[in-house]
Structure formats: structure tokens, C-alpha cells
């Protein structure tokens, strides 16, 4: 590269995005191999591929933990995170999305998109993550391009545009065929490189028939191709290139690739694609954190302060590994750096860029940078790191409120006292994880995002800290609504102790809201000052801890302070924060209350024949089905199914399909909860 050429512009910083079994995986492997990283293929089935280098993934042959890992393609350095692909661990995949600059999403050629799919899509567009796609699988009996690309435009809804056409299908999947240069990349049996051959005689009507539709198509998506194409009737491959770019980097669109990991065909391709259309740290917007209530941004510049967001903790019985994204300034080893959050100094002793479970020790980290820090003690998931000089707090990634949780118990007396800082560290490494006590009978409760998280945990407490436990049932985390609502509930907080009392008047409207919870005021006259007001929603949002049908969190209502009154001496924020408690406590009680049950969408795929079996267990689980449909000689089932009934669900399906049935569950929210539920 020449020197006046900024190095961040050779830096992609992405994520490999996809539902469980996609091939997400094999994608990654199989990048590590084209770039040279790695000079033997690993597969999933054997438990030999790079990144899924835990126990737990290697046995059941699935991606648990985002695993970073760092090649170099064509000039440029790319920084990969291969995410879980499993519902349970969407929020493994919005840690890493916060800090990614872009991704590919995978799909499978016969499945196309699927509901894990769709969810780690949607969670992309909340980050603004420009994407491309590939559509994994291309040698599967059944896969279809096309069909593939229609679900993607259908359930997704960004424009896809196809610049490939596949040379041959199934079995005989050899190559693609490249829309934007017209020529065919073909790959020989046990051949890891693409030979360049001319378009074949028989493909190559097609082929101009759809370089013509991606022409139309990205000219009426890009107003510098719209102004070639009226004026030529064409596009130029550097002029579709570069319309390309802007419409995967705005969002506009995406760029659909093809190909099979599994058989080394179409990486090379797609890394192609990676390094022209997925941006670079520069070409991302500058990171914007406050600091004292401003807003500030801070570019992309070694030179600017350092500021880095902490995305992952690895807390091993030898040390912590903290995985970071710098975003401004450089950090070198041996620097003392400010934690935002806790308000406390660090010190970075050493500074590792990341190969999976490997790594290797490099004096410094520039903006751009996603590399592992050996020394800090206290920063976790979400920590901005920065410069002691120039603090800033950047927001970090969501955290999802666990639905399923399970009682944990040292199964030795002489472990318990081991159990408490074991179950903190898991804790530490995964914040959707949550650790308490239960009031009511002391028992150590373990809450996570599904049954196979808790399991996972569990197991991990077996094998890392060799500590055995017993496990209670799972239950799900209910919640309670607002059925039918009061109007003009009177609430007087008096209280007089000696000296100065409290006094607070307030009158309030309780109703039914979809979801969430709404706070205004409708007092006029100023009866009840503004400090006063936000005092009493501070209390009513106290007060959503616990509702009255057994304690469970409050959601779906909104609240009106309609009147109020004050003392001239005894009124204070304190007396309005318990007067707003206290009365949507007691307004909670005069309502109609619902409990509320989580519930899921669920997709099963069994054989044809198996279907009826399937829908009337479905039924008997309170199933609701939205719809069927037939992929590749297998039914696709869908219903919205309660999370409660789904415990042991996989043993039953298995038995009820000779083992050739699966299914996969997406969160979709809360609804209604029977006054008792069946037993089946």
C-alpha cells in the first residue's frame, strides 16, 4: 500500500450472522483457510475447526460463544467474530454487533430464511451493521438460489442484489458465475482455488439476462448509476462496483453472493466482496459517547484519546481476558487506562491479538483494533475504557431480562461455599445470565434466555470449575398487566415523626397500554410542581418491581397523575417518590390484573409423514399454528407455542419422528397465562 493511504482503510471489522446450522461456522473455517491462517480445514462434525474450540461446542457441534479470530486478504486485515447461531444466545451476538462495522449473513440454499435468521437480521438493522449475504449449501439436495433470495426479500425486506449465477446445482455445484466481470469461477474437485474460464455457451444468455436486471436494479436504487445508465444504457463493472458499495454501506441494500462452505466453493469470492463493499473503520459514522450529560463524538484517529468499549470477558482460572474494540487512540502495554463506569484506573499489561483460544502478543492496539487486554480487573461486558484525560462513556450493548430459571445447589456440603463466586464468574463472563437468592426459601436461583443457556452454564460449572450441582426444574419468569384499569385513585401520603414530615397528595389514572409502561401528567394549575412530578415517576416506576397476582414484574399500562396536592413545609421529592410507589401499589390492587406467560415462535421441520403427530402435540402444548409449508421433501410447521410447554420438548420430538425431526424457538414476547395450567 502506498504510505499516504490511511491503514485504517485496510481494516473490516465483521461478524458472521446466521440461524444454528447455517454453516456459519464452516464459513469461517474455510476463511481461515483461504487466507492462509490456517493450512488444514477443520470441520464441525469432528470437532476440529477453530472457533468453536469449547468442549461444550465440540460435543454438540454448535457455536455458543462469539469467537474472534484475525486474517489478511488481499492487502487488508480482517478482524472476524463467528457468533452463535442459537436463540439462546442472541445476546452473545448483540455484544459482538456493537462493535462490529459489518457482517455476512448466511442462509441455507434449501431453507432460506429462517426464524434465527430473521432475528439476528433485525438485531443488525438496530446497530446499523451494513451486511452482505451468502447463500450457504448450494451442493444440498433442493437448494435453490432464486427461492432462496425471494425469502430474503420477502421476510427481510432490504433489496437483494444477485451479482453471482451458480454453474451447475446440487450434486453438481461447481462454480459461480461473476455478474459484474461476466466470467465463471470454477473450482475441480479437492481444488482449493478458482480457476477464471469464460461464461459457459449454455449459461451465458442467462447470465447477460441477469447482469441486465442487476443493472436495472441498482439504478434505481443509486442516483450516480441512474445517470450512466440513462445515458449509456449500461453500467460499467467499476460504476456497478462502486453503486454496489454505497448501497451496502447505506443500508439500501444488499449484496447476495453463493456458494458452498463445506465443499471450498465461493469463499474466495466472498472475501472479494468483504474487501469492496463492507466498510472500513473510517467509514463508519465516529463513535458518539457522553461525557457530564454532553454528547460527544471521537473519529477514528490513532491520534485522537483513546476510547475502547468492552465487549466480551473470558474469566479463566489463570486470569481475565478482556476483549475490546478500540474506536479512538492508541493503547500500548503497560498503560494506565480510566473505566468509565466504575470511575477507577486500570493497567494493561499485555495486549493480545486474538486467534480463538490462541493469541498472540503485540505491542500496541490503534484505532479500528479488536484485540484482548491481560490485566484488567474489574471492566465487564459494556465498560468504556478511555483516556484519563479525556473520559467518555460510550452506551453499551442491551441486556435481555432472562425468561427460564432454575434452582443450583452444591451437590457436596463442601463445595457450597465454592458455588456463590463460581456462579459470579459465569455471571461476569455472561451478563444475560443472573444470579439471585429467592427470599421465600433461600435457595440460589439461576436465571438465563432458555433452557439450553441454563444447561450450558451448568455444564460449564462441571467442567471449568469442577463443581458438581443439582439442578431444580426449569421455570419460566412471568409477568403482570393491566387488564382493566382505575381512574381517579386518591393516594395521601402523611407521615409525622418528629421534625420536618411528609406529606404528598397525588391522584392517579391506571390503564391498559400494548407494552412497556407510559408515564404523563395531566395536573394543571401547578398543583403539583415539575420537581414533584418526576419524583412521582420515579415511584411508579418503583413500584413496577412487584405486581399483586404474585410479585412478578409489572409491564403494559399507563399511568396519569391527574391532581395533586402539596405542604408548604412537609412536600419533598422523598414524599412524592413514596406517594407514587405506594399508590400504584394500591391502584394495582383495584385494578384487573392479567399474568402474563412468555411465549415463542416456533418452527418445526419434520418428514411429511409425521406431520399430524406434530400438530396434535403441538395442541396439546397450547399451541397456536401460523402456518405450514413444504422445503426440500420436509414440512416446515409454525405456531406461537408457551415457553413453560417447550421444557423436554427436543426428547419428545425426537422420539415422535424416529430422531429425524428438529425445531428451533424465537422469543416473540408475553401473552395471557391460563388461571391454571394443564397438565399434559
Known sequence: MRNDVNPLTAVRNLGILAHVDAGKTTVTERILYATGTIHRRGEVHDGTTVTDFDPQERDRGITIFAAAVSCAWDGHRINLIDTPGHVDFADEVERSLRVLDGAIAVFDAVAGVEPQSESVWRQADRHGVPRIAFVNKMDRAGADLDTAVASIRERLHPAP?????????????????????????????????????????????????????????VAELHPGALEEFVERETLSAGTLAGALRDLTRSGDAVVVLCGSAYRNRGIEPLLDAVVAYLPSPLDVPAVRGTHDGAAQERAADPQAPFVGLVFKVNATPTGRLTYLRVYSGTIEKGDTVWDAGTRRTERVGRILRVQADRHARVDRAVAGDIVAVV????????????????????????????????????????????????????????????????????????????????????????LVQRLEVNVGRPRVSHRETVGRGVSGFVFRHVKQDGGAGQFAHVV?????????????????????????????????????????????????????????????????????????????????????????????????????????????????????????????????????????????????????????????????????????????
Open 375 to 462: 490485566g484488567l480487573k474489574s471492566a465487564r461486558a459494556g465498560s468504556t475504557l478511555c483516556a484519563s484525560g479525556a473520559p467518555l462513556v460510550l452506551e453499551p450493548p442491551g441486556v435481555t431480562e432472562p425468561v427460564v430459571s432454575v434452582a443450583v445447589e452444591a451437590r457436596r456440603s463442601t463445595d457450597t461455599d465454592r458455588l456463590a463466586p463460581a456462579l459470579a464468574r459465569l455471571a461476569e463472563e455472561d451478563p444475560s445470565l443472573v444470579v439471585r437468592t429467592d427470599p421465600e426459601t433461600g435457595q440460589t436461583v439461576l436465571s438465563g434466555m432458555g433452557e439450553l443457556h441454563l444447561e450450558v452454564a451448568v455444564e460449564k460449572l462441571r
Open 161 to 217: 442484489l444477485v451479482v453471482q449465477l451458480p454453474v451447475g446445482a446440487e450434486d453438481g455445484f461447481t462454480g459461480v458465475v461473476d455478474l459484474l466481470r461476466l466470467r465463471a469461477l470454477v473450482w475441480s474437485d479437492g481444488g482449493d482455488t478458482a480457476g477464471a474460464v469464460p461464461v459457459p455457451e449454455d449459461l451465458r444468455e442467462e447470465a447477460l439476462r441477469r447482469r441486465r436486471l442487476l443493472e436495472e436494479a
Open 508 to 680: 392517579l389514572d391506571v390503564e391498559p397500554l400494548r407494552d412497556g409502561f407510559e408515564f404523563r401528567s395531566a395536573v394543571v394549575g401547578g398543583r403539583v410542581p415539575q420537581e414533584y412530578v418526576r419524583a412521582v415517576e420515579a415511584g411508579c416506576r418503583d413500584a413496577l418491581a412487584e405486581g399483586p397476582l404474585g410479585g412478578h414484574p409489572v409491564t403494559g399500562l399507563r399511568v396519569t397523575l391527574t391532581d395533586g396536592a402539596t405542604h408548604v413545609k412537609d412536600s419533598s421529592d422523598t414524599a412524592f417518590r413514596t406517594a407514587g410507589r405506594l399508590g400504584l401499589r394500591e391502584a394495582l390492587r383495584a385494578c384487573v390484573m392479567l399474568l402474563l406467560e412468555p411465549v415463542v415462535e416456533v418452527a418445526v421441520t419434520v418428514p411429511e409423514d409425521a406431520v399430524g403427530g406434530v400438530l396434535g402435540d403441538l395442541a396439546a402444548r397450547r399451541g397456536r399454528v401460523s402456518g405450514s409449508a413444504v422445503r426440500g421433501g420436509s414440512a416446515v410447521v409454525t405456531a406461537i407455542v408457551p415457553l413453560a410447554e417447550l421444557f423436554g420438548y427436543a426428547t419428545r420430538l425426537r422420539s415422535r419422528t424416529q430422531g429425524r425431526g428438529t425445531f428451533t424457538a424465537r422469543p416473540t414476547g408475553y401473552a395471557p397465562a391460563p388461571a391454571v395450567t394443564p397438565a399434559r
